[in-house]
């Protein structure tokens, strides 16, 4: 049932926006009580990125889809779920007009012609009717389409969803709704985003992915004292991959990263990288090897500014590569450009993990480790985390994921590895895993 994850995927994220939006509405509203000006109290970029959002991914791409398969073969099927589904299209078609509307009340507001309180609550009211709309779907229609509809119905309805040709749905328009995604996160508050004042850009182009494995790991043990924390770990990695590696914390998955890595001291095993054997190999031989890490807890150089943590990261690079590189770091993330000069220590937490990511990208990676990319990051962030990643995937870059956002980081890898007490108990695709009962029950709270 692709088409219902994908769905529900899509919910996760407009739930996500409807959250981040109640909340600026609120911290509007207060602005405007202590006196700011309208123009100061309203974001208009902010909210303006995120309506567009709405109107080319929601109302032009996510509706129609529903309405032309799922609701439409639903209806043949189950002619009792008839009342619902019309009224979950009524407001589909009535969604552009809706967003007009919210559109005008936004201008009206920030010229002055409207209360920014009234404007607060028509953007309250018009989340609270799309949390009540997803919520139907996932909990009405959703069940009644996994019972009613036929095995030669959902061929045609993942078809369908799963056309990387499609001009709605497919590889491009995926792409298109990134850079929209990126834009929103951009400009977003740093209460809920980055904060910035311009908007960066996710060049995303396709690259096939190779079958060579780059990295191959036999049985990696590694102790904290008399304490084994890795318990003879054996995996791959190919060339291209995305690989996540999930488990509860204490598993193992940080110390596995920092042992391969070269930080954390290996007692056992081997491993070998690009074919050559690298066991024995110090942590910075490891790094111009062109293994590269982004840490757990960001661990940015605060005293140093944004600039010199960016080139600490290329320090084994030659010289005339580090401008042409901070500039591709400054286009993904322009709050690191506007902030350049700033120590690192005062970037709030998802600026300094776009520093961190964008640290370990300056050495231009053969491998990157990311560990816990997600961790401790607004909702808005924590997917913007993952479009990134998306993003690097999509350019052929060879990815080691540590996250304990399971679900999420499954859903994006090739294939994953489980973790559990220094060992791999189970591995697989990313699909194949999620599908297992007993990783739904254990980590995803399904």
Same mark, same amino acid.
């Given at each position: 049932?692709?088409?219902?994850?994908?769905?529900?995927?899509?919910?996760?994220?407009?739930?996500?926006?409807?959250?981040?939006?109640?909340?600026?509405?609120?911290?509007?509203?207060?602005?405007?009580?202590?006196?700011?000006?309208?123009?100061?109290?309203?974001?208009?970029?902010?909210?303006?990125?995120?309506?567009?959002?709405?109107?080319?991914?929601?109302?032009?791409?996510?509706?129609?889809?529903?309405?032309?398969?799922?609701?439409?073969?639903?209806?043949?099927?189950?002619?009792?779920? *008839?009342?619902?589904?019309?009224?979950?299209?009524?407001?589909?078609?009535?969604?552009?007009?809706?967003?007009?509307?919210?559109?005008?009340?936004?201008?009206?507001?920030?010229?002055?012609?409207?209360?920014?309180?009234?404007?607060?609550?028509?953007?309250?009211?018009?989340?609270?009717?799309?949390?009540?709309?997803?919520?139907?779907?996932?909990?009405?229609?959703?069940?009644? *389409?996994?019972?009613?509809?036929?095995?030669?119905?959902?061929?045609?309805?993942?078809?369908?969803?799963?056309?990387?040709?499609?001009?709605?749905?497919?590889?491009?328009?995926?792409?298109?709704?990134?850079?929209?995604?990126?834009?929103?996160?951009?400009?977003?508050?740093?209460?809920?985003?980055?904060?910035?004042?311009?908007?960066?850009?996710?060049?995303?182009?396709?690259?096939?992915?190779?079958?060579?494995?780059?990295?191959?790991?036999?049985?990696?043990?590694?102790?904290?004292?008399?304490?084994?924390?890795?318990?003879?770990?054996?995996?791959?990695?190919?060339?291209?991959?995305?690989?996540?590696?999930?488990?509860?914390?204490? *598993?193992?998955?940080?110390?596995?990263?920092?042992?391969?890595?070269?930080?954390?001291?290996?007692?056992?095993?081997?491993?070998?990288?690009?074919?050559?054997?690298?066991?024995?190999?110090?942590?910075?031989?490891?790094?111009?090897?062109?293994?590269?890490?982004?840490?757990?807890?960001?661990?940015?150089?605060?005293?140093?500014?944004?600039?010199?943590?960016?080139?600490?990261?290329?320090?084994?690079?030659?010289?005339?590569?580090?401008?042409?590189?901070?500039?591709?770091?400054?286009?993904?993330?322009?709050?690191?450009?506007?902030?350049?000069?700033?120590?690192?220590?005062?970037?709030?937490?998802?600026?300094?993990?776009?520093? *961190?990511?964008?640290?370990?990208?300056?050495?231009?990676?053969?491998?990157?480790?990311?560990?816990?990319?997600?961790?401790?990051?607004?909702?808005?962030?924590?997917?913007?985390?993952?479009?990134?990643?998306?993003?690097?995937?999509?350019?052929?870059?060879?990815?080691?994921?540590?996250?304990?956002?399971?679900?999420?980081?499954?859903?994006?890898?090739?294939?994953?590895?489980?973790?559990?007490?220094?060992?791999?108990?189970?591995?697989?695709?990313?699909?194949?895993?999620?599908?297992?009962?007993?990783?739904?029950?254990?980590?995803?709270?399904?």
């Amino acid at each position: 049932m692709d088409a219902l994850r994908i769905i529900s995927e899509d919910h996760n994220n407009l739930w996500r926006l409807a959250t981040t939006v109640d909340q600026l509405a609120g911290e509007m509203e207060t602005q405007a009580k202590a006196g700011a000006p309208a123009g100061q109290a309203i974001d208009t970029a902010f909210f303006s990125s995120v309506l567009d959002y709405i109107e080319q991914f929601v109302e032009r791409s996510h509706h129609p889809k529903e309405d032309d398969y799922l609701f439409r073969l639903l209806r043949l099927r189950n002619p009792y779920a *008839a009342p619902t589904l019309a009224a979950l299209q009524a407001d589909h078609r009535g969604g552009l007009a809706r967003l007009g509307t919210l559109r005008q009340r936004l201008s009206e507001a920030t010229q002055g012609q409207l209360p920014v309180a009234d404007l607060a609550n028509q953007l309250r009211a018009y989340t609270a009717a799309m949390k009540t709309h997803i919520l139907t779907e996932e909990k009405e229609v959703m069940p009644l *389409a996994r019972k009613a509809l036929r095995k030669e119905d959902w061929l045609e309805i993942n078809r369908a969803f799963n056309d990387n040709h499609d001009p709605l749905f497919g590889d491009t328009a995926q792409a298109e709704f990134r850079e929209l995604y990126h834009r929103i996160v951009s400009l977003a508050p740093e209460s809920v985003g980055l904060g910035g004042h311009s908007v960066g850009s996710l060049p995303a182009k396709a690259v096939a992915v190779e079958a060579e494995v780059l990295l191959r790991v036999q049985g990696m043990e590694s102790c904290y004292g008399r304490i084994k924390a890795l318990k003879g770990i054996t995996l791959e990695v190919r060339r291209g991959e995305t690989v996540a590696l999930v488990g509860a914390n204490g *598993a193992g998955k940080t110390t596995f990263l920092r042992t391969l890595s070269g930080v954390q001291p290996m007692s056992a095993g081997s491993i070998h990288f690009d074919g050559d054997d690298i066991s024995k190999l110090r942590s910075d031989k490891r790094m111009r090897r062109g293994i590269c890490q982004s840490p757990e807890g960001r661990q940015v150089f605060g005293p140093l500014s944004i600039e010199d943590n960016l080139r600490l990261g290329a320090y084994t690079q030659p010289r005339h590569h580090v401008e042409g590189d901070l500039e591709k770091i400054f286009t993904m993330f322009p709050i690191l450009r506007e902030k350049r000069a700033l120590p690192a220590g005062t970037l709030s937490g998802g600026q300094q993990q776009m520093l *961190a990511i964008g640290r370990a990208l300056m050495g231009r990676p053969s491998l990157l480790l990311l560990d816990e990319p997600s961790m401790g990051l607004a909702p808005l962030l924590v997917q913007e985390v993952f479009e990134v990643i998306k993003t690097l995937k999509s350019q052929g870059m060879t990815i080691l994921l540590v996250e304990q956002n399971a679900l999420a980081a499954l859903d994006i890898a090739d294939r994953a590895y489980v973790l559990e007490t220094g060992n791999v108990t189970l591995t697989g695709t990313g699909q194949e895993l999620i599908s297992n009962e007993q990783v739904r029950a254990a980590y995803l709270g399904m």
